[in-house]
């Protein structure tokens, strides 16, 4: 990575992370001082505490999360399905998930973590606001570009940007459409340690957005 | 700060919005919402006056629900909450109208007292609106006295033509109630949320009336220390009424029909155009049609002011209007002098078939007039032409002041038995004097006269005032009220 690119991305990712944090600590000061002002309150009283142990717990849930990506891994290098593990997965999402199968093989064989592939693809799939975003979908497909193994996560019905590969690796950059912001950031090191890639999907001006796992 | 405000608070952070409601529940009627895509039907359907929002919002960007409500000019005042530090997005935000920007985390007393300041705002508007409400209430066509038919054609006449453009000319003898006519114009119109502004062209002199009516930039003239916007771009979207336009010079006249064709004009020594719309109203009590014959007012000025003309009659030919006019100024200054006169039926008879030649004006000087000096509940016919016959000498007076030149001895000799104006406003003072008990001040003030003209009067008259005990007692208490000796 070249110097400049660098600097820009440690910006963004301060940014990111300093608007994240400003959010829990206006509502500490906040409450703090409501906790001056109505002293005499118990419900107050007890309301104000207990927001305050919440963000705080919040904070401290946002920096695990993000040391989350990091953990140390031994990725367990085993043959097995894609093609089932996907469709396993695709029948475990919980209602409120709206995710259909796109094209699917009747097999996929693959090398690698198969518990870390279903952890990514939960992080991306389950991790999206879909409570929030409530005329979202997504499909589920693969398919094999140039004899490699894809698994394609494509989002439709909804105004996502288009995906920049930076957004990956810059925790929140895409708070809007998660969650909690880091999933797609946990992804992309998980990937990462197991060997395999994340891009953005190339749409070539299809509406839909979203990602391409490389196994 | 207890206000019945309503604030709805627009952030996706459920802390915050907790936070909010908590901290202002007590002050406010407090609504959230946690996406931008909500805010807008939202504030339609409850009509919230002040929104606190967040810039980054699901469905909606905090700065596009902004936008729109900039570009719906819908009236709330929005007070923007950021996570970021950007100057630009803060710029932004105030370029749209947000009326202040809290950076997260922001301090509590700081909101608060960004609000108090909204709400002070807010019941400002409200005060001038209602005032202006009230303002206006009571120049609509049904609360102004006018039963007589005169009238009631010119209120018809003007209600078909209140809201388009057309200038309006009044014609009528001073005192008609010209001005109330044109504030009648502008309330009843659709231009009534906007300025109304009058200038009288006979009291300005003629070098100023430039800048009076179009204002000036700085520099533009000796005294022009700072620029001055004009009453032409004051009252621009209302109603511009020039009394006495007959007054005003040819030179200025063209320039009056310039504004009124183009409708945009430069502030003296400027060089922007400037647009109006500005609706004109004018009045004269002169006959501007013989001025045009006599080449002193504008032809093509006059047809473009006179495209609805109104004639408004004298008193003395809408004598039905006189009881109600009576009764309205008897209402009006009891309730500002505190008492509680009344007219006997012959006096309200008199004043009814009076001429009044100093019109609606005269008749409510003399109204008040008599209820200043009444002694008892109901004001006689005697009391009436005591006033009366005051009055007419002040119009004579004047009268003779304008029409007569100067004359060598201006005391004519008179028939045995009959008095001399002067012998008559000699009386008159020294009636007055008697019934306020020898207090000069409260004596000018009741016969609308200045106490320097007062005193010297009393020394034209000779009026020799002697101090009393009660007198000496009261001097003392009213810091010197100083009473007349002849040669002092």
């Excluded at chain 2, 009571?138 to 609360?143: E, I």
């Excluded at chain 2, 009534?192 to 204002?215: A, N, V």
């Excluded at chain 2, 016969?447 to 009393?468: C, F």
Aim: charged residues 30%; contains cysteine.
């Amino acid at each position: 990575m070249k110097s400049d690119e660098a600097a820009r991305v440690i910006e963004s990712l301060i940014r990111n992370l300093s608007h994240e944090l400003k959010n829990p600590l206006t509502t500490i000061k906040g409450y703090a001082q409501l906790l001056a002002l109505k002293s005499g309150d118990p419900a107050s009283v007890e309301k104000s505490h207990r927001m305050i142990q919440d963000q705080v717990d919040r904070i401290d849930r946002m920096l695990q999360d993000l040391y989350a990506a990091f953990a140390p891994r031994k990725p367990v290098s085993a043959g097995f399905d894609a093609a089932e593990t996907l469709r396993e997965l695709l029948s475990s999402f919980p209602e409120g998930v709206r995710a259909a199968a796109g094209h699917i093989p009747d097999t996929c064989p693959a090398a690698g973590d198969r518990g870390a592939l279903v952890e990514i693809v939960n992080l991306i799939v389950r991790g999206f606001d879909w409570g929030g975003l409530s005329g979202a979908g997504c499909t589920l497909g693969m398919s094999e570009p140039g004899g490699r193994a894809v698994i394609d996560i494509c989002f439709e019905g909804v105004d996502m940007p288009e995906i920049s590969e930076p957004e990956f690796y810059l925790p929140f950059a895409l708070k809007k459409y998660y969650l909690k912001g880091t999933e797609p950031y946990e992804a992309f090191f998980i990937a990462l340690a197991c060997g395999w890639d994340i891009t953005p999907l190339k749409t070539d001006g299809d509406p839909r957005k979203g990602f391409r796992i490389w196994l | 700060m207890e206000s019945n405000y309503r604030i709805l608070v627009a952030d996706d952070e459920q802390g915050i919005r907790d936070l909010l409601s908590d901290l202002l529940k007590d002050y406010f009627d407090v609504d959230t919402v946690d996406r931008g895509d909500t805010v807008l039907d939202r504030l339609k359907k409850v009509g919230h006056e002040i929104l606190i929002l967040d810039l980054r919002l699901p469905g909606m960007s905090g700065l596009d629900v902004l936008k729109r409500i900039y570009e719906d000019k819908m009236k709330v005042a929005v007070v923007v909450i950021t996570a970021s530090n950007d100057i630009e997005t803060a710029i932004t935000s105030m370029k749209l109208g947000a009326y202040d920007y809290l950076v997260k985390p922001f301090d509590t007393d700081k909101l608060m007292v960004v609000l108090k300041n909204i709400v002070e705002k807010l019941e400002l508007e409200n005060e001038v609106s209602q005032l202006r409400e009230q303002l206006g209430e009571g120049f609509r066509f049904k609360n102004i006295i006018g039963k007589s038919p005169g009238m009631q054609k010119i209120f018809s006449t003007l209600e078909k033509v209140i809201d388009t453009d057309s200038t309006v000319l009044i014609i009528g003898e001073s005192g008609t109630g010209k001005e109330i006519i044109a504030k009648a114009v502008h309330y009843n119109s659709n231009r009534k949320q906007y300025p109304f502004r009058s200038i009288d062209c006979s009291t300005i002199p003629q070098d100023l009336i430039g800048s009076e009516l179009f204002g000036h930039e700085k520099g533009a003239f000796t005294g022009a220390i700072s620029r001055k916007i004009g009453k032409f771009e004051i009252a621009s979207r209302g109603t511009l009424f020039l009394d006495e336009i007959s007054n005003l010079s040819i030179d200025m006249q063209a320039k009056l029909l310039r504004v009124l064709q183009e409708k945009e004009f430069e502030r003296i020594g400027g060089n922007q155009l400037i647009k109006v719309n500005t609706r004109i109203v004018t009045a004269s009590n002169r006959d501007l049609r013989e001025m045009v014959r006599e080449n002193r007012f504008r032809e093509d000025l006059y047809y473009r002011l006179n495209v609805v003309p109104v004639y408004l009659p004298p008193l003395k030919d809408r004598r039905e209007d006189i009881p109600l006019f009576i009764d309205h100024f008897l209402e009006k200054y009891n309730g500002e002098f505190g008492r509680e006169v009344n007219l006997d039926l012959k006096a309200r008879l008199y004043l009814t078939n009076y001429s009044w030649p100093g019109n609606v004006r005269q008749l409510e000087n003399v109204i008040k007039r008599l209820i200043l000096l009444s002694t008892q509940k109901t004001v006689s016919l005697e009391d009436v032409t005591s006033v009366l016959e005051f009055e007419e000498i002040g119009m004579a007076a004047k009268k003779r002041e304008v029409t007569a030149p100067p004359v060598a001895n201006p005391r004519p000799q008179v028939s045995e038995g009959v008095k001399t104006i002067e012998e008559i406003e000699k009386e008159h003072l020294e009636r007055m004097l008697r019934h306020f008990n020898y207090n000069i001040s409260t004596t000018a003030r009741a016969l609308d006269i200045s106490r320097k003209t007062m005193h010297n009067k009393l020394k034209k008259y000779n009026i020799v005032i002697k101090r009393t005990a009660a007198m000496e007692e009261n001097a003392g208490t009213a810091g010197g009220e100083a009473d007349h000796q002849p040669g002092h």
